[in-house]
Structure formats: structure tokens, C-alpha cells
């Protein structure tokens, strides 16, 4: 058994009153970080960031979220705080899903819950269908559980990434870390990111960048940047839906993710189904992609209310009531 070890820290913004944890867990590569609220024996609730983003992501929703509730948000390998992968390895969903069933190994969770965003809601599809009996519910940040690609694009993209991957590998020796103002590392995380507010800004910033000799440098892994060699089609999407056990909520931004990254025709609405077919609840929201981070009060009551619809305690008592009335 791995161990996990935690720290106490505090935050100073004025939103995140709540006291945080560092969460600090050793891989063979290195280790991964992350924070962690709430009591030991809380309902555990594992948070899962998006692409190029880290834990900070959920340091606004969490405090507006049931107190009594266990949160552990993790930086997934190459962002935030956590290690970089080895050299010569590529970054793919697999591995993050791997990720994450190290995670809950060395919690020593056997049953919990997922809010996962953007990436970090792929993750928790593929998560649920691999592990279906350990996943009670599901919270999607403006993700569908996963990203199909088109089968004639597949290996077309395996290839790219393959050369991406070796040419990274080749011009390793000259690459520089390049040194930035804080906020000129703000800035370019704003250029990105452009719907970030100031403040969302400097959230994710606080685990992005690492202070070096003449200003900051940014702490993610440039290979989280290259093209994914492993794609999967709507098909085989599809059919991971079908195996997932868990209750899903999808919140789906209006102005998010699907207007950044067109799916192809007809795509979106075949996933639609395929989550109701499920019996998955889809609320489409108003806002942008970094929604839950930037007005998290739209969407933590509609979260809370998933949760404890069907929480532990209430699936207990209703178990109860029934057998009560049979005798």
C-alpha cells in the first residue's frame, strides 16, 4: 500500500475561507500533489481538473459544497505541483485513469464519488467504465465523459504525436525554461484561458508557477501539449457509457467547451442520447468553460442536490424502510 501524506495550508483569497490540506502521495516517477478539504470520515468526493489546469480549479466550488463532505482534488502528472512523467513518456487518458486508480488505492476508497471538468471529466468516464463498482455518482463540468474522434482520424493523429513525441524527445538538451514577471505568466495564462477572471487567474497560478531566480516559470509539462496518441470513436465511446454504473449529471456550459472544440455533425446530439439512454441527468447551464470556477454559486446547489438525492445515508434508510415494511 502507498501511502499518502497530508500538510495544512491555508489559502489567503477572500472566497476561499475554508482551511486546505496538501495532499502528497509518492509514484514511482515522483509524486503527485493535490489539496483535500473536509473531515476524514466525510463522504469522499474525488475532483479531477481539466487540461493545462490543476486543483485550483475547484478551490471556489468546494467551500460552497457540504462541509461535511471529503474532497480530494488532485494535480494530475505534468500540472500543477505534481512530478513530471519520465522522460520518453507520452500523456494519454489511459494513464490517467492509472493515475487516479493509484490515488484511490493509497486512500483506500472503495466506493466514491467523481466531479471531474473538462479532461478531468473524460478521465472519470473511462474511470467509471473500467471500475463500475467503485463509482457511486458522477459530476461532469462541461465534458460528456469523453471526446470522440473520427476513425479516419485516428491513426493520423497517433502518428503526429509519435513524431511529436520524438522531435520533443530530440531537442530535449536545448529546450530553456523560459523566466516570466508574474504578470506576464498571468498574462500569457489569460491569452489561453481568455474567459479567466483575475482572480480565477491567480488561483490556478498558485500551483501553475514556481518562483526561480529573476521571476516565475511555469510548472506543467510542455508534453501535455502534444497531439494524443490514443483517440477513441464514437462507437467505442458509446459503449463505455453502457458500462457505467455510477449516476451522471452533465453541466453543460452554453458558451463552453463545444464551442471551442466542434464535434462533428450530429456527434453531440448521438452522445446526448447515449447518456439519456443511461438514464443520465444533462442541465444545460449559461456560462463559460471555467464556469465552475469563475461563478461557482450557479452550479454548486444544482451538485449538492445530485449528491444527496441519492446519498449513502438516504439509500441506507430507504433500505431500511423497505425491510421494515415487509416484516
Not at 507520452?90 to 467523481?114: G, H, M, N
Not at 498571468?186 to 487567474?201: G, H, M, T, W
Not at 501553475?208 to 497531439?227: C, H, P, Q
Not at 464556469?291 to 438516504?314: G, R, V
Request: net charge neutral; charged share 25%.
Amino acid at each position: 500500500m502507498i501511502s499518502a501524506t497530508l500538510c495544512l495550508r491555508h489559502f489567503g483569497t477572500t472566497t476561499m475561507r475554508r482551511a486546505a490540506s496538501e495532499f502528497r502521495m509518492t509514484v514511482p516517477w515522483g509524486e503527485m500533489r493535490g489539496q483535500v478539504w473536509g473531515p476524514s470520515h466525510g463522504r469522499p468526493v474525488l475532483c479531477l481538473h481539466g487540461w493545462a489546469d490543476n486543483s485550483g480549479t475547484f478551490n471556489t466550488l468546494i467551500p460552497l459544497l457540504p462541509k461535511d463532505w471529503r474532497f480530494v482534488a488532485i494535480d494530475f502528472p505534468g500540472h500543477g505541483l505534481s512530478s513530471h512523467r519520465p522522460d520518453g513518456c507520452f500523456y494519454t487518458f489511459p494513464l490517467y485513469v492509472a493515475d487516479v486508480r493509484r490515488v484511490v488505492e493509497a486512500l483506500q476508497w472503495k466506493r466514491f464519488s467523481i466531479i471531474g471538468h473538462s479532461m478531468g471529466g473524460n478521465v472519470a468516464g473511462m474511470f467509471s467504465a473500467l471500475y463500475p463498482e467503485m463509482v457511486e455518482a458522477v459530476v461532469l463540468l462541461d465534458a460528456f465523459g469523453f471526446f470522440p474522434t473520427e476513425v479516419t482520424n485516428k491513426f493520423k493523429n497517433m502518428s503526429e504525436g509519435i513524431n511529436d513525441q520524438i522531435h520533443y524527445d530530440n531537442k530535449m538538451n536545448e529546450r530553456r525554461e523560459k523566466v516570466y514577471t508574474y504578470e506576464k505568466a498571468k498574462e500569457r495564462l489569460k491569452v489561453a484561458n481568455p474567459v479567466l477572471s483575475d482572480q480565477s487567474a491567480d488561483i490556478l497560478l498558485e500551483r501553475a508557477v514556481r518562483e526561480v531566480e529573476g521571476g516565475f516559470i511555469f510548472t506543467r509539462d510542455f508534453r501535455i501539449n502534444l497531439k494524443n496518441i490514443v483517440n477513441i470513436s464514437m462507437q467505442q465511446g458509446l459503449y463505455m457509457l453502457s458500462l457505467i454504473k455510477a449516476r451522471v449529471l452533465l453541466l453543460l456550459a452554453s458558451e463552453g467547451l463545444f464551442k471551442t472544440f466542434t464535434l462533428p455533425n450530429g456527434y453531440s446530439d448521438m452522445i446526448r442520447k447515449g447518456w439519456s439512454d443511461q438514464k443520465a441527468t444533462i442541465i444545460d447551464i449559461e456560462g463559460d468553460h471555467h464556469i465552475h470556477l469563475n461563478k461557482p454559486e450557479s452550479m454548486a446547489s444544482i451538485i449538492t442536490d445530485f449528491f444527496q438525492s441519492h446519498s449513502p445515508d438516504k439509500i441506507e434508510s430507504e433500505c431500511d424502510n423497505n425491510q421494515t415494511s415487509k416484516l
